[in-house]
């Protein structure tokens, strides 16, 4: 089981409503990464962080902001809620290292189901 | 356009028997490659991992292969448990890029009946 801890596990909004996703690790990794993923669908890569103070924008536009002030915590948010937002929303971290060697895995969190009304 | 393909999309069997899901794939230059299990409303967790010189490789019940040559992974489920009920995410790591960026398949969703 790996140490990384997603809240709230599920959360019901209205429209307009600021959001904060929270993600904690307590395995020391330098790299953290924020994935959507809808119903039946792969998982897409929206935020990603190679450490404190370092974040990037991934492969899939998000409206969403993150911030990296505390390496094992990278929280997710959103200023103005809408129904488009509505999904799964994924954490997950990795050794530091160069990219693609067998060890970075990475490890996920719980995940975070969002509904927006 | 992914490039990770599945199939198939979803699979029922019966509790004790075998089942084998598809991977295809055309990431390139290819890392190695990894069969995750998301239980449903869970985060994925890594079953196993392959890279290049690697043909299978096991874990309890589960054997992946891997064939470089035509870009193709297979997982194997032997004596199928009714907790293996899950989706089965193949994914890709390209060597190219310092991230270590990650390729997902949709997934196989398998559903074990008692």
């Known amino acids: 089981e790996a140490d990384i801890y997603q809240t709230p596990r599920y959360l019901v909004i209205g429209t307009g409503k600021k959001i904060t996703l929270e993600c904690s690790q307590t395995?020391?990794?330098?790299?953290m990464y924020w994935y959507q993923q809808d119903p039946g669908m792969e998982l897409h890569l929206i935020h990603y962080s190679y450490g404190v103070n370092s974040t990037e924008k991934g492969d899939l536009s998000s409206e969403s902001t993150v911030s990296r002030i505390r390496t094992e915590h990278f929280p997710l948010t959103l200023e103005s809620a809408r129904p488009s937002h509505t999904s799964q929303y994924l954490c997950?971290?990795?050794?530091?290292?160069?990219?693609?060697?067998?060890?970075?895995?990475?490890?996920f969190g719980p995940g975070t189901r969002l509904t927006v009304l | 356009k992914n490039q990770v393909e599945q199939s198939p999309q979803s699979l029922i069997i019966l509790e004790g028997k075998n089942c084998t899901l598809q991977?295809?794939?055309?990431?390139?230059?290819?890392?190695?490659l990894r069969w995750y299990k998301q239980d449903t409303g869970r985060g994925p967790v890594s079953l196993t991992i392959m890279t290049f010189s690697e043909n299978t490789k096991s874990n309890g019940r589960y054997t992946a292969t891997l064939d470089a040559d035509t870009k193709q992974s297979s997982l194997h489920i032997t004596a199928s448990q009714l907790s293996d009920s899950a989706s089965y995410i193949c994914v890709v790591s390209d060597r190219g890029s310092t991230l270590g960026r990650l390729y997902f398949g949709r997934g196989t969703q398998l559903t074990v009946w008692p």
């Open positions: 997950a971290s990795s050794e530091n290292g160069r990219g693609g060697r067998v060890g970075n895995e990475q490890f």
């Open positions: 991977c295809n794939y055309t990431v390139s230059p290819f890392s190695n």
């Open positions: 395995m020391g990794h330098d790299k």
